[in-house]
């Protein structure tokens, strides 16, 4: 499983081109995402070569879709380009076409999942077309010329769902120009992941008579303001001892940081982690929590994981000392631990605090360049301000901050439990940048959102697929605690056991695969969806 170390686990964890967002990210991880002068600017090599491998195309397509809602005046009449990119290799008559919806990313990203994943897959089962389909303002399908507030207004699920009813009512494919491929005529499948997958739910209830199915993976159809139930496949499913070390160094943290603020324990603390030049508390509690972050970026496929979840573990789980370094630490983290309430735990909990601070040191400090508010601080109203065509950062933030939310909190953590992360992570801090970026001071409007069915979203020829272990379990339809549902063809219903985000959507190339690999739960999930979706065309077929 293991293929990257856990440096390269951190970076993953703020990759766009794979998941929502750990939220919030210090700026000088946003600045990451600002898009330079070269057209592949961000994307890796393999993403540049499955460019050239698959031409991009273009649909001319309305910016507004509704001109009877005043929250998009004032209103356009304007087009703009928004990209596709296609497969027409296993299409035979009567087969189907095959959408993955982009998402939150360049589209670019996604080609992988053409060359050989999920939508190859499903193509070469169905005798279908594959598409990849850019979401409007992420890579180059951009409808307006700056990214201010003010041009943001036509960034909504609305419509964006209704751009991609759009494409499926006028795309023609080049090279099959002469088959009626239209909705009415062939069936349209949409399949998506994470947010993509709760945007193809929610274009299978919205246009039904456009998108004849769709695979929700990992979708998050229920948008939570307060996401603090996103460590909760950490708590559930992590390793027991790493579940607990953290949860006790995390109120150790706390009772330093809120029940001795304004002392000078707050700069001790800072300063064994070799963080002292943190300004404001929150930031230096954000910087030293990215161990526990790690589970999302577990994949099955070596060339996308990262092992850094279990890395991390291990070290916070260890009685041994693993930094010899750190023991000049000793005397000053073995006070920290009884000012913060743990005298009685001070044999077991000192090496594992000793080892906490080396991973961070490890993966974080040692890394930093510069100032550490300049690598660590959401604090900076003058980066914030700026909103031209380049700062692509903006984009998934402005839909966290208006209608998603997810804002992953330890505040709101009930009193009665631990939490994995500070509760000086809270909402005030977490939507810094929802007021600072956007002038929003209010909630995002997640009642919106949710009014299509949120938890108890269901629909005929709409599947869901979920990750047993996925931290965003717990906004979807398999989310801990709700009543199970039953698995038929029409609506099929699957968890994968001990695994994390869209798991499924992943593939290899024939010559790489072996009995067990993919793994079995993986293997047989996209047997099953292969089946399914059959299901569905023949039934298309059948009803013309």
Request: contains cysteine; proline residues 6%; charged residues 20%.
């Amino acid at each position: 499983m293991v293929r990257y170390g856990a440096v390269a686990g951190l970076i993953a964890l703020v990759s766009v081109a794979q998941a929502i967002q750990k939220h919030p990210l210090p700026i000088s991880e946003l600045a990451k995402q600002i898009r330079g002068r070269d057209a592949h600017d961000g994307l890796s090599t393999r993403d540049v070569d499955l460019a050239a491998l698959y031409p991009e195309y273009n649909l001319t397509t309305p910016i507004d879709h509704f001109h009877n809602d005043s929250s998009y005046e004032p209103h356009s009449n304007g087009t703009f380009d928004m990209r596709y990119w296609y497969d027409t290799q296993f299409y035979k008559p009567g087969g189907p076409v095959i959408v993955l919806a982009g998402g939150e990313t360049d589209g670019a990203g996604r080609l992988p999942f053409l060359q050989k994943g999920i939508v190859y897959q499903l193509a070469k089962a169905t005798g279908g077309v594959g598409v990849i389909l850019e979401h409007r303002y992420y890579g180059s399908s951009i409808p307006v010329e700056d990214f201010s507030t003010k041009n943001m207004r036509f960034l909504t699920t609305d419509q964006a769902l209704a751009d991609t009813a759009y494409f499926a009512k006028n795309v023609k494919f080049d090279g099959l120009e002469d088959v009626d491929l239209s909705p009415e005529k062939a069936p349209w499948i949409a399949y998506g992941g994470s947010y993509a997958g709760a945007f193809v739910a929610f274009l299978r209830v919205l246009y039904p008579d456009v998108y004849y199915g769709a695979i929700s993976s990992s979708g998050v159809p229920e948008a939570i303001w307060d996401y603090w139930q996103y460590f909760e496949g950490a708590a559930v499913y992590g390793p027991p001892v790493c579940v607990e070390t953290t949860q006790k160094l995390t109120h150790i943290i706390d009772n330093i940081l809120i029940g001795k603020a304004g002392s000078d324990y707050v700069g001790q603390l800072k300063a064994v982690f070799g963080l002292p030049n943190v300004t404001y508390d929150n930031d230096f509690a954000s910087a030293i929590n990215g161990g526990i972050y790690g589970l999302q970026s577990l994949n099955w496929d070596p060339s996308q994981s990262s092992n850094s979840f279990f890395i991390y573990c291990a070290n916070v789980s260890s009685d041994s000392v693993l930094y010899p370094a750190t023991e000049a630490r000793r005397a000053s983290v073995e006070e920290l631990i009884k000012v913060g309430g743990y005298e009685d735990e001070l044999e077991t909990l000192a090496n594992r605090f000793l080892n906490y601070i080396g991973y961070v040191n490890m993966t974080s400090v040692s890394r930093c360049r510069g100032s550490q508010d300049g690598c660590y601080s959401t604090h900076d109203s003058s980066f914030y301000a700026q909103d031209d065509i380049t700062q692509s950062w903006r984009l998934w933030q402005y839909q966290v901050c208006t209608q998603w939310g997810y804002l992953q909190t330890g505040s709101g953590v009930p009193e009665d439990q631990l939490p994995l992360i500070s509760r000086t992570i809270d909402v005030d801090y977490s939507a810094l940048i929802c007021r600072e970026a956007f002038n929003l001071t209010e909630p995002g409007d997640v009642e919106y959102i949710n009014r299509l069915g949120g938890f108890n979203i269901s629909y005929p020829r709409l599947a869901f697929i979920d990750g047993e272990w996925d931290p965003w379990r717990a906004a979807g339809v398999h989310a801990i605690g709700l009543p199970e549902r039953p698995n038929t063809p029409s609506e099929p219903y699957i968890l994968i056991d001990s695994a994390v985000h869209h798991w499924d959507e992943n593939g290899v190339f024939p010559n790489e695969t072996r009995p067990d690999f993919p793994p079995a739960p993986v293997a047989d999930t996209q047997a099953q969806m292969a089946t399914f979706v059959k299901g569905w065309v023949q039934e298309f077929t059948g009803k013309c």
